[in-house]
DNA sequence: TTAAAAATTGTTATATTATAACATTAAAGT
DNA sequence: ACTTTAATGTTATAATATAACAATTTTTAA
């Protein structure tokens, strides 16, 4: 499904872009959410919150699930890491720095998963709302489906 | 948020259209399957599963988690019920003949919330996957913000 | 019409996902 | 340095959902 060539490298640009993120806004990248957020950037398969906190466990860290939970909490707030609510699981902001028209291709296959921005979707989803005087705050798009290697 | 004028015309309608939708598909719309749709209609506030089972306690039935969650799959399978991701709750189909370009907004404050459709949105979602030669099989799309009535 | 098969429901147990509440430690502000 | 705030540790439990097998009901078909 993804274009990504060297994960490591990925992973890395994931990492020091979060890093510049929370040293501009003054927020306190802890070495446990890092610890988190890199495991969470290890795939492109969205990331069970207990699966994190068992390869946290192998760690340095005594976890227990309050400790993945506010990590997570913290990352989802400070838009370095989605929620997928369709599956209950976590994945890495792919531009941290702007959150438009996002959505999620899921694939029920490979479980890998893509974030994806449209502004034509976006475009459609506002005009959808307001025929209707909705004032949105959060707008959860995911289609599960096959990509195209697993079809 | 809702136009629902007579909200027991809007149940016994549901029903109804329900009734028919099994007979003509050879589906078995038992009594117990009959009462969670029925629950899940009594308000346009989306329905927590273990409220549903509670709600069913008080009838006839020895109800239990399995007793809810099978009438859920069914109601699900047949497209009577939805389930929004987003609050893990469940909410009755508006229109369960035809699912095209549907999505929801639920209102963060009276919890409300309302199935609309918008084939435009449908449109701008084909052409985005299209893109990624995704091919979909099922899609999230919820809202959640405020509605007109409680902004 | 009755036996076999299939679908539904009952029941017990447990898996999965997430948060409350309070104690302790570390960091930042004054 | 001391106070306050933020972060983490810890125990317990809440909320959501499914597995597995037994009993019953409905349908099929001999």
Known sequence: MLDCQDHEVCIES??????????????????????VLRLIWLSHVPAKAYDILEKLKGKAWSAKPPTVYRALDFLLETGLVHKLDSINAYIGCSHPREHNGCYFLICTDCNEAKECCSPELTDAIELAW??????????????????????
């Open 14 to 35: 994931a990492m020091s872009e979060a890093e510049s993120i929370c040293q501009e806004n003054g927020l306190r990248f802890t070495e446990l959410r890092k610890e």
């Open 130 to 151: 307001n025929k209707n005087s909705f004032r949105p705050q959060k707008v959860t798009l995911e289609v599960l489906g096959q990509c195209g290697e697993c079809e």
